[in-house]
C-alpha cells in the first residue's frame, strides 16, 4: 500500500459477503460524484450530505437494480473525501456486480484496510483508533469489544499525546538554552530537567505496565522445559535453539539457573527457559534453584513437561509431574507431554494416559522434534486468532516505541547527570517525541501504514 494512491476513487463491498438482507458497497475518492453520474445515478448540484433511491444496470443477466444511495459530496466524511454508500441487496454477484460497474466507471478496487487509511490520513483518527476499527470488526468477545470501543475513543493516544506534548516543550526549553549558552542563561536547570524527565519516564512504564495487564504487552511467548533432573530438558532446549545454550550430563541436577534463550519458531517469537530438574531441595543451592524453577514453570504460557522413555520409572514419574503441573497451572496455560530419549526407550513403555498430548522424540538423533514444533504453533495460532488479535497487535506495535522512549529517556537522563552537554540531550529527547510520535501516527512511515492497515479486510 503507498501512500501516493490516497487521490484514486476507491469502490469495495463493505458489508460481510455472506447472503444478508441488505448489502453496502463503498466509494470513496474526489470522483466519487462522476463515477455515480456514469453509473446513472443523478449526482448534479449536491452540496449537502443526502439519500436518495436509485436504479443502476449492472449488465446481463442481473439487469437494472434498486439501490439506497447515501452521498457525502464534501470532505465531511469517515475518510475525510467525498463519498457514498450504495445499499441494495446482500447477494454477493448483486454486490459484486456494483462494484464491477463502479469499475467501468473509473473507481479502482480498494485495498485492505484503505479506507480507514484514508480516515487517519484526514485527521479523522489516529493509529491506535484505526487499530481499534480493527479491533471492533473482529471483537468476538465482550472484552475485547470493550477494549476496542475504548481504544476507539483514545483513551491510550491521548495520555501519550500529553507526554508528547510536554517533551516537546522540554525540548524547546533545553534548545533555547543551547543558543544563548555564552551568555550563561539558563531556561531549564539539570533538576528540573532530570526531574521532568523521570516524571514522563514513570508514566510510560506505567502505560506499558496497563498494556500489558491488557495481556497483549509482550509478543513473546514463554515455554518453560520442565521434569524431573536427568530427563533431557537441556539438550532438548540446545536442540531447539539449534546451539549450545545449556551444559548438558549424564549427572542429575546439571542445571541449576534458569537458561533462557530467544528462538524464532515459523515467525512466533519465542523465549525458551531451561530448568533445573524438579526434586526434594535438601541443599541452599538446590532451594533456590527449586524456587526459581517453581517461578518459571507457573508463569510460562506453554510447558513441555520431559519424562525420560528410558527409565524404568516412566509411569511413577509421570504421575509425580502431572501433580506439579496440577498445582501450578493457569487458566492460559498449555501442558504439552514429551517422552524423551526415544532413541534409547523401554521396549515395554508404559502406555501413557491419554488424557494428556504426548509427543515422542530424541534430542539426540532429531526424531520427533518437528512434532514438537508443530504442537507449538498449532496451538499458538489457533489461540491468538481466537483472542483479541489486533489489540494484540496494537500492544505490541506500541510497546516496541514505548520501550524505546523509556530507553532514550534514560540515556537523556544520565547525560545530564554526568553533563554531558544539552545537545546531546536535545537529540535523546527528540528520539523519545519520535517514538512517541510513532505510536499514535503523528509521526509514520509508509512501514508502520503497512503493518497497521495490512491487517484489515478489504472494505474497512
Ligand atoms: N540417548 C539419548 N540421551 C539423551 C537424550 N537427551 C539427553 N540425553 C542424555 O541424558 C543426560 C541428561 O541430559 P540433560 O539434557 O543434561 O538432562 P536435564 O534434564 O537437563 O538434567 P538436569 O539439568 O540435571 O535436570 C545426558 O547424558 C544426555 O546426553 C536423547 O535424546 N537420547
Ligand atoms: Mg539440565
Known sequence: MTLLDADDTIVAIASPTSPAPRGVVRISGNDTAGILQRMGIPTHEIQTPIRMEAHVHIGNPLGLIPVDVMIWPTRRSYTGQPSAELHTYGSLPVLQGLVDEAGRCGARPARPGEYTMRAFLAGRLDLTQAEAVLGVIEAEQRGTLDHALRQLGGNLSQPLERMRNTLLDLLADVEAGLDFVDEDITFISDEKLIERLSGIADDLKQTLQVMQNRGGGSARTTIALCGPPNAGKSCLINRLAERQVAIVAPVAGTTRDTVTVDI???????????????????????????????????????????????????????????????????????????????????????KCDPDNAWIHCSALSGEGINDLKRAICTYLKQHDAEEIGSVVGTAARCSQSIHQAIAAIERAMHLTIHQEGHEFVSTEIRTVAQCLGEVTGTVYTDDILDRVFGRFCIGK
Open 264 to 350: 524464532d519458531l515459523q515467525g512466533t517469537p519465542i523465549t525458551l527457559v531451561d530448568t533445573a530438574g524438579i526434586e526434594e531441595a535438601k541443599t541452599e543451592v538446590s532451594k533456590k534453584s527449586q524456587t526459581q524453577t517453581h517461578r518459571s514453570t507457573r508463569d510460562s504460557r506453554i510447558r513441555l513437561w520431559c519424562v525420560d522413555s528410558s527409565s524404568k520409572h516412566f509411569a511413577s514419574t509421570v504421575a509425580e509431574m502431572k501433580t506439579q503441573a496440577e498445582q501450578t497451572r493457569k487458566s492460559q496455560t498449555l501442558d504439552l507431554w514429551v517422552a524423551t530419549k526415544m532413541d534409547v526407550a523401554l521396549d515395554d513403555l508404559p
